[in-house]
Every structure is written in C-alpha cells, then in structure tokens.
C-alpha cells in the first residue's frame, strides 16, 4: 500500500508538471472553492501563469489535499510564502492531511528564503481557524476588501 506524500503539481517556472494529479484535485479543491468554472484545469494554469502553485497530498490514486500558494515580496514583512487554498478532503479530516501538506508548505518557505507563511481564512471557517491556531499561526491585522467588478 502506497503512503501519503506530497506531490507538486506545478514545477519551477509555474509549468503544469502533473496534469493527471491536477485533474484528481478538482474534487477536494471544490469542496473550498466551489465557484471555480467549469474549465478547472484551464482557470489553474492560468493561475499558474500568475505566479501560482500547487501541490497536493496523494494517497494511493486519492488526492486528500490540495494547496494553492504564491511568493510574495512587500514591503512590511519581506518575502511571504502566501497560501491562496488549502483544503483537506472533508471526509479524510483529522487524519494528518492537512498537517503533511502545511508542514511541506513551511519547509517549502524556508528552502524559498521566506520570512513568514501567511493565508487568509473566511470568518466562517472556525475549524480550519482551530487548525492554523494549533500549528502557531496568528492573527496579526485585518484583511480589507472592496469589491470593483
């Protein structure tokens, strides 16, 4: 039986490396982000032409999470490892998932030069709160918005 690992789905240069893993992501990743169109695969790459990456957890031929994430360079905290989606299968919870995968997303930031991992999580979403409080994160400001469009 095959073990949980992580597999990148974008290589260095944002180019799809993984198109079979990217097409068993859709499921879990809609589970967070259920307005995505129809045409997933070609929304992510161009997300991915955006400076975008991915990388999932795979249980045998199971994707059980899945991570969307971006460097960023600003001025107030250096270089940040933002996470755009990370969501576990919501029937796999619990089971270590989600902790394999931020675990990679951090030592993926360190191997980057990254100063710090930041993501933004709806006000709703008390449990994955209860998660990012346990593997030390914290709220350090307010996210504000404005929709133009």
């Known amino acids: 039986m095959a073990r949980p690992e992580v597999v990148e789905i974008t290589g260095p240069a944002g180019e799809l490396a993984e198109p079979a893993w990217l097409a068993r ?6 589970q967070l982000r259920p307005g995505l169109p129809a045409g997933y695969a070609d929304r992510l790459c161009a997300v991915f032409a955006n400076g975008g990456r991915m990388a999932v957890v795979t249980d ?19 270089r940040r490892l933002y996470v755009d989606d990370l969501v ?23 191997q980057l030069g990254c100063d710090v991992i930041a993501l933004d999580s709806g006000v709703q979403r008390a449990g994955a709160h209860k998660f990012y409080f346990r593997e030390g994160m914290h709220v350090p400001s307010f996210c504000f918005r404005k929709v133009i469009k």
């Open 25 to 30: 992501a859709e499921g879990v990743h809609r």
């Open 60 to 78: 045998g031929e199971s994707v059980r999470a899945v991570a969307l994430w971006r460097l960023i360079e600003n001025t107030y905290e250096g």
């Open 88 to 110: 576990t299968d919501e029937a796999q919870r619990s089971q270590g998932f989600g902790k394999m995968l931020f675990d990679w997303l951090q030592a993926k930031a360190r």
